[in-house]
Structures are given as C-alpha cells and as structure tokens.
C-alpha cells in the first residue's frame, strides 16, 4: 500500500501562483510514476502532469504547458506541482496520483481544492 497526503490548495487571483505537494509512504518501490490529476465540477477527472522514475519522463497536458511545472524528489518521495499564471479555469480539485506503468498499482490522494478568481 502507498498513502498519499497532498497540500497547498487554496484560493489564489487570476495571474497568480500555487504550489502543490504530495508526500508518498508505504510502498514506495512497487510504483514508478507519480502525476497530478484534476477534476472540475461536472467535468471528468484528467491529466495534468506525471514524471517517471523508470525514464525521466513528464508529460504534461496541452493547456498547462509552460505555466505549470511538475518535479519529484526520489530522497524525499515527494512530488510537487509548481502553477504559474493560473487562470479561472484551473479551477479544480487537484488529486496526487501514484502508481505502476508495470503493474496495477494505483492510488490517490485525497484531493485539494485549488481555486482561481478572475
């Protein structure tokens, strides 16, 4: 079992900044990629960003590329997600994803709550 414990939501203007982290515990080496998902209301949860360990990889979707930046620290099992210029559509309840691309392995967080004012 992994156990995810998110933090930094909030309220923040049009045009400002928020800062997103997830503590990892338990299991850590049955997974190798950790992400941050979203869903707003009446909208389907969906990808905002993930890193894999295996590969060094991120991806990150359309409409948050160049304004977020998603980082993992590998010592501290912890993954954070950096939201610069956020707009009034961010606005979402952010879930911590961990899990495995090799096996079922899949949790998530509680979700925060980031909401953006315009």
């Known amino acids: 079992q992994v156990q995810l414990v998110e933090s930094g939501g909030g309220l923040v203007q049009a045009g400002g900044s928020l800062r997103l982290s997830c503590a990892a515990s338990?299991?850590?080496?049955?997974?190798?990629?950790m992400g941050w998902y979203r869903q707003a209301p009446g909208k389907q949860r969906e990808l905002v960003a993930r890193t894999s360990s295996s590969d060094n990889s991120t991806v990150y979707a359309d409409s948050v590329k160049g304004r977020f930046t998603i980082s993992r620290d590998n010592a501290k099992n912890t993954v954070s997600l950096q939201m610069n210029s956020l707009k009034p559509e961010d606005t979402a309840v952010y879930y911590c994803r961990a899990y495995s691309s090799y096996s079922t392995s899949n949790y998530w967080g509680q979700g925060t709550q980031v909401t953006v004012s315009s």
């Open positions: 338990g299991s850590i080496f049955s997974i190798n990629r």
